[in-house]
């Protein structure tokens, strides 16, 4: 069981008071009415289906219940970071350098 | 003493004697012993028979690994486990053992015609024989394979054992309490770590306990592991014994299963059998040792043929030798110590047989100096012997030709063909492995935990070298503790270092098609099964796998693996590690369910949450059901009605005067703030910026795809106060979705949301004389039509209670639903009862409940529909605002396939003989077409309880809305039914009855 760090509690919680939410950075469209039928699709169906690092929702469901986004790679489970709904999505290759360190 | 015991060996207590029984006959073993020691000690070599041939089978080996003897144990009433590892299983007095997979006898078998049918049973032989004739499946085929299918039978009593779960957190764990696992223990001990010790045998030690002639550091091995355990225990290491690491999670979370009670002749009080503790270590120091590795020729699973390390087991662990006469055969050093071990305890052996051309002078020296014949380049082609080998077909190699064969008497053949590193743990850590082509196996490489791999896991070979391999590799896990490590220099003499080669099958001079040489002894795959099955164009292991079912069965190919791969590699002309080895997963050894179920059994499987008023409902003979993780009154029967009679007595009598339902269940929502009303105008489809404070109103929740996720009643308490209430079953799903568009895509709205289901009680009061019950008990409002109208709300008192009392209805009679602090349900609902008397009060359920809102036509989320439904389709476009500029499920509602023609819409089902529908059942248009038909939807609801005076159901159906009055037809076994389509509203269309 993997161990998530919830960016509003500071704390590093097991697995099971988290819940998965789909991919991240996913903005729901202002005005959907102007929404071609592609485009809403676009927004309702794809997904990246990542193999490796992919940015993520999650829920601390059985905590504090808010909503806040991840990397995580898809093959290995690991956490690279996890940071607040909201925040704009952080570099890659910087993230995957500190990682290695 | 028995037999086959000799005296002063082993590290069972001689003097007291255990008698336990295996298949009814009776033996005595003594204190330490296994079922199999013990059996061996009286010759018995024949344990079980063969889950596909039937073949007589022995014990092979000495630990968990063990395939081939697996025995039912038993301890009274409701504790017979099946598949127990004779090996394993120690013996207390009284324990009840029985043989498996032989029918009428273990000696005789009827199954074992299967083994006379060898050539028939080859690999993917059901992938080919049960292909056809189609018929032949449900008849013929199926029933075979179930009946032969299996190992042991099924317990089929409930358990009354108790199985316990723990967390503990640790600095290092180390798994396997051999040399290196000791020596990693003794360098952390002490320094202000904490530390466990793991151990799945029930004495540490490891290799130590079945090599008692080395000496470490002066001492006898013996001795000298006594004092190390000791020192460990008084520095604070925590050992566990009979304690099994099943699984290597993510983040060094590992799976412990510790066996408290079957090793022990009476049940102490109030102790779990079994007891599955989650380590989270930030540590951990793998050595699992090493396993023998079988060779592969015709007959190696006769009884009497086991590993040569484990006939040393038995004999330095157990005090017994295998064999009076045995013969060794083997492609490594190791296995002439064994027979060292056993000619210098009486055992007279016959030959030592070795592939190899070129054998250690040492080793050679000392056979001859023992006077037991030496054949090099030799090799086995045949044993012989009905349920136990009693001789050996030996023939000479002279490079890749087999010499005339020559038999050999013999009362036991023990073998080795090498060792493989124990990967399994590490392998679960998804660590890559590389393969050693000097040692022809794979080693550990790279691993993602906090972890090291030590000793004959990383293929070590002698306890000095595992010693020291172990006190160096712990110190990179010191080292990220933060503890400075000096490892220990160990020095050992009389150690046993050795090599081999690899073998795949054994040379022979006979035809190989025929040879029963077995590679997977527990799933009976032979070498000639993984040859065929390359032949048959398998190219990877995982195909080759499948399709033998080479390591597939309960030890998960702790012996078969490299030997089935070694083989699958040279048919397919590659190098192993092209081929690749499959994947070891958790668990490590079978495990009970019981271990993994822990305390979740019975009532503490799931929840059962339970509303204030259960416990009335519970005292007037309500039959429940569960809903979600609730548990509902579903109706309430009077003595002798079945639930029929009760639910169209309830129905009647709620339309005819006044009934009672706990509403409690549903789901409530707080929505709170200044945002409040522009939130739930946003979620539902319903225009709520204009309802009124003290109004409420029907919602209905989309998904952004626009079919139908929830409904409820919304009632605006003040200008920023919404009771939102959910289906029962949604309302956790509910909040979620609330709480990702308010927190996610809309948090500039000032609002917040909370759950409030539990502090609620709802009573709900529905029926012409509802007004008359509630009016007496309620202050603060009257209740009339003017001034009370039907969807209003108000914050009142009722019976005393502050509330919020609401002018609802899910029956289409006058309603009422009272919302009281939780604890004050059932005093409001008491009082409610007594008072409702002079109107012959009726107490209803949900079937009721059901039957009622059926009759008007009001849709059940999850039910009438199911997740591909729109507004439209379910006919209630009059809940969707049309002048909104957005809510969730808008623009969905306007995708193509949404607004097509022709998709499945909710009617209305009257069948044209009055008689009751199946919900579920499918529709179709045409009854005469040929099958497969075309279904053009299925009934929803069906109810024949109420009060219509027939009949009546609900249905999806393609084009529905604009099929009113046609008739449809409903296929069912015996015959076809008639229905004609109307619209859904069966019960007071003009909605006269609403009103006060």
Redesign the interface.
Same mark, same amino acid.
């Given at each position: 069981?993997?161990?998530i760090h919830c960016p509003y509690c500071g704390e590093t919680l097991p697995e099971l008071e988290f /819940?998965y /939410?789909g991919e991240a950075h996913i903005? %729901?469209p202002v005005?959907?009415?102007e929404?071609t =039928?592609e485009e809403?699709?676009e #927004?309702?169906f794809m997904r990246q289906n990542v193999k490796g690092p992919h940015f993520e929702?999650w829920?601390h469901?059985h905590g504090c *219940? %808010? #909503?806040f986004n991840a990397v995580r790679n898809t093959i290995? =489970?690991?956490f690279y970071t996890t940071y607040k709904? *909201?925040e704009p999505r952080p570099d890659l290759a910087t993230l995957l350098e500190e990682d290695n360190k | 003493m028995s037999t086959y015991r000799v005296r002063g060996k082993g590290r069972v207590d001689a003097s007291k004697p255990i008698v336990f029984t295996f298949d009814g006959k009776p033996y005595t073993g003594v204190k330490g012993d296994t079922v199999a020691s013990a059996l061996l000690s009286h010759g018995v070599h024949l344990m079980g028979r063969s889950f596909k041939y039937h073949r007589p089978r022995g014990a092979i080996a000495a630990g968990s690994e063990e395939p081939n003897a697996l025995i039912g144990t038993r301890r009274g009433a409701g504790r017979f486990e099946p598949n127990t590892r004779a090996t394993v299983q120690e013996i207390w007095e009284g324990l009840e053992t029985t043989s498996q997979n032989k029918f009428p006898s273990l000696k005789f078998d009827v199954g074992a015609v299967n083994d006379a049918a060898y050539m028939m049973f080859s690999a993917g032989f059901y992938y080919k024989t049960f292909m056809w004739p189609r018929s032949f499946w449900d008849k013929v085929y199926e029933p075979f394979i179930r009946a032969a299918a299996g190992l042991g039978v099924s317990p089929t009593e409930h358990d009354p054992d108790t199985y316990a779960s723990r967390n503990l957190y640790c600095d290092l764990l180390i798994v396997g309490a051999g040399p290196a696992g000791i020596a990693a223990a003794r360098e952390a001990s002490g320094k202000g770590l904490s530390v466990v010790l793991v151990d799945e045998n029930a004495e540490m030690g490891g290799s130590i306990l079945s090599e008692p002639q080395a000496k470490i550091e002066g001492k006898t091995s013996w001795d000298w592991l006594s004092d190390e355990l000791a020192d460990l225990k008084a520095a604070g290491v925590k050992l566990m014994t009979r304690t099994t690491a099943i699984a290597y999670y993510h983040e060094n979370l590992i799976g412990l299963v510790e066996k408290l009670t079957d090793h022990l002749p009476t049940l102490p009080a109030d102790t779990p059998r079994e007891r599955m503790w989650r380590v989270r270590a930030k540590q951990v120091v793998l050595a699992q040792g090493a396993l023998e590795k079988p060779l592969v020729f015709h007959g190696n699973d006769r009884p009497g043929v086991m590993l040569a390390g484990s006939a040393q087991t038995y004999l330095n662990r157990y005090g017994v030798k295998v064999g009076n006469s045995p013969v060794v055969v083997t492609s490594h050093d190791s296995a002439w110590y064994a027979a060292f071990d056993l000619q210098d305890a009486g055992a007279y052996v016959q030959a030592i047989v070795d592939t190899r051309a070129q054998v250690r002078q040492d080793l050679q020296a000392e056979a001859r100096a023992r006077g037991i014949p030496v054949k090099l380049s030799h090799t086995v082609t045949a044993t012989g012997g009905r349920l136990r080998v009693n001789n050996v077909r030996v023939n000479p190699l002279s490079g890749t030709n087999v010499g005339a064969g020559q038999w050999i008497k013999c009362d036991a053949l023990l073998m080795s063909g090498g060792w493989t590193p124990s990967l399994h743990l590490f392998s679960h850590t998804k660590g890559s492995l590389t393969w050693d082509d000097d040692l022809t196996t794979f080693l550990p490489k790279d691993t993602p935990e906090d972890c090291v791999i030590t000793g004959a896991s990383r293929g070590l070979w002698g306890t000095e070298a595992a010693l020291r391999d172990g006190a160096t590799r712990v110190g990179e896990a010191l080292a990220k503790l933060g503890v400075e490590a000096t490892a220990t220099e160990y020095t050992v003499a009389d150690d046993r270092t050795g090599s081999g080669v690899m073998m795949r099958e054994l040379p022979t001079d006979r035809s190989p098609g025929k040879a029963k040489a077995f590679v997977d002894f527990q799933n009976d795959v032979t070498a000639k099964d993984l040859r065929l099955a390359v032949r048959e164009g398998m190219r990877s292991i995982e195909h080759v796998k499948r399709y033998t079912t080479n390591g597939m069965a309960t030890d998960q190919g702790k012996m078969s693996n490299i030997n089935g791969l070694n083989i699958a590699a040279d048919a397919l002309g590659k190098k192993q590690p092209q081929v690749g080895l499959t994947t070891f997963r958790p668990p490590y050894t079978p495990t009970t369910f019981g271990a993994f179920a822990g305390y979740h059994r019975g009532e503490h499987f799931e929840v059962v949450r339970k509303t204030q008023i259960d416990g009335w409902a519970e005292e007037n003979g309500a039959v429940f059901e569960p809903v979600g993780q609730w548990r509902r009154a579903r109706y309430f029967p009077k003595a002798g009605e079945t639930m029929d009679q009760a639910v169209t007595r309830e129905c009647a009598a709620t339309r005819a005067s006044v009934g009672i339902f706990d509403a409690s269940t549903l789901g409530k929502i707080e929505v709170v703030g200044p945002d409040a009303a522009e939130f739930v105008n946003r979620m539902y489809t319903n225009p709520f910026l204009k309802l009124a404070p003290g109004k409420c109103r029907y919602g209905l929740l989309l998904g952004d795809d626009g079919y139908i996720r929830d409904d409820g009643v919304i009632a605006r308490v003040e200008e920023d106060r919404f009771h939102v209430t959910t289906t029962t079953g949604g309302a956790a799903r509910v909040l979620n979705m609330m709480e990702d568009y308010l927190q996610t895509e809309w948090p500039d709205l000032n609002v917040w949301l909370t759950s409030t289901t539990e502090q609620w009680s709802t009573v709900a009061l529905n029926g012409p004389n509802a007004a008359k019950l509630l009016a007496p008990f309620v202050e603060g409002i009257e209740l009339t039509e003017e001034a009370f109208p039907h969807m209003s709300c108000v914050n009142c008192t009722v019976a005393g209670y502050p509330a919020r009392l609401w002018r609802v209805s899910f029956t289409g009679e006058i309603g009422f639903e009272i919302n009281v602090a939780a604890p004050y349900g059932r005093d409001l609902w008491e009082k409610l009862w007594e008072a409702g008397q002079k109107y012959d009060i009726t107490a209803y359920g949900t079937e009721t409940m059901h039957v009622l809102r059926a009759e008007k036509g009001y849709i059940i989320v999850g039910q009438d529909t199911d997740g591909t439904v729109t507004p439209q389709d379910a006919g209630m476009d009059w809940a969707v605002g049309k002048k909104k500029a957005d809510f969730v499920g808008m623009r969905g509602l306007k995708r193509p396939d949404l607004v097509a023609e022709n998709r499945k819409q909710l009617v209305g089902l009257l069948t044209e003989d009055n008689s009751w529908l199946e919900e579920g059942a499918q529709i179709v248009f045409d009854p005469k077409q040929p099958i497969p038909m075309t279904m053009r939807g299925h009934v929803t609801s069906s109810y024949n309880q109420g009060t219509t005076g027939r009949p009546i159901a609900l249905a999806v159906i393609e084009g529905g809305h604009s099929k009113m009055g046609e008739t449809v037809y409903i296929p069912m076994p015996d015959r076809t039914i008639a229905a004609k389509i109307t619209g859904t509203v069966f019960y007071d269309p003009e909605n006269s009855r609403l009103k006060i």
């Open positions: 069981m993997i161990q /819940a /939410a903005d %729901r005005s959907p009415t929404q =039928d809403w699709a #927004f309702l929702r829920r469901v *219940g %808010r #909503f290995t =489970d690991r709904a *909201g | -």
